[in-house]
């Protein structure tokens, strides 16, 4: 439905001989207000807040740190590239290209 409406809205506007550049759109709130599910966290909530946030300390303190968060954070990753050893990127940088001298 939004990509048919996109898609409208291009043939209304595009005009053959310019330039157009991409562009990213990002979509907020799509649900309706009674399939909305709250923040845990809010701050109307001041004593389930701390509540649940002693719950979460007390199971991370038991079972290691990490056990149990929130959904929204992201796990952090085992591994991480070794920047040292990165390849460069020859073909996508102009500053990277390397140089051949002739004699």
């Known amino acids: 439905m939004i990509i048919k409406a996109v898609q ?16 990213q759109v990002m979509l907020l709130n799509l649900c309706r ?5 709250p ?5 109307e909530q001041p004593v389930k807040t701390e509540r649940l946030m002693s719950t979460l300390d007390a199971i991370n303190n038991r079972w290691g740190r ?3 968060q ?9 591994w991480a590239m070794r920047r040292e050893l990165l390849y460069p990127a ?6 990277e290209l ?3 001298k002739a004699r």
Do not use: C, H
């Open 8 to 23: 409208a809205g291009l043939q209304q506007v595009y005009r053959e001989g310019f330039s157009y550049a991409k562009a």
């Open 33 to 37: 207000k009674n399939e909305y599910t």
């Open 39 to 43: 923040d845990l966290f809010a701050p």
């Open 66 to 68: 990490g056990t149990l």
């Open 70 to 78: 929130p959904g929204r954070i992201a796990k952090p990753v085992e």
């Open 90 to 95: 020859y073909t996508t940088r102009w500053s």
């Open 98 to 100: 390397m140089v051949a």
